[in-house]
């Protein structure tokens, strides 16, 4: 065997490289702008994929999954200060329908950004359930206010796309979700953690 036969392919190579630059720029966004909200005062947690890979991190570190964006529960009230918090970063706002959004300058892309989600409200009117309130947020080891686990539980359940089906199944293989966090369920979310689980056996 050649002394270089082990080692990956430049192509490859290059790919693993993007791929680690990519996760390394969405945790300096997470950071700077959740360091910004803290430092005026302004209550948030981190939601979304972020949240579930801090939860799974701190049981397994090499089961979290990458995720693009940055997803903020906040409360709609606080929109003005978040706004100029977050600005003051080189952020640029855009207004989606209902949604709020900041631009990334060091990324351009509406998938990379930074999103709002309301607290407290229904993220669609078939929900069932509100989001949770930004009270049910806890200080992650890395510094930031990341959702409780069972709120953060919920709000999967809730939402239920295939991407909340993979989180759910994420926290399962790793064991967060205990009894505590069961209990804690409406019993039509607690349907879909079985089906979850379900899939899982199959």
Known sequence: ?????????????????SHILAIERVQQRLRAVTAALDASGIAYAVVGGNAVAAWVGRVDPGA??????????????????????????GFAREDLRDLVLFIDPQEPSKKSGVHLVWAGEKIRPSYTVPSPKVEEAVRDPEGYLVLDLPALVRMKLTSFRDIDRVHVRDMLSVGLIDARVRESLPSQLAERLSEVESSIDD
């Open 1 to 17: 065997m050649t002394q270089g036969a082990c080692r990956p392919s430049l192509p490859l190579y290059v790919g693993i490289a």
């Open 64 to 89: 979290s999954r990458a995720t693009k964006d940055v997803d903020l529960l906040v409360r709609r009230t606080d929109v003005p200060a978040i706004t100029a918090a977050i600005t003051r970063l």
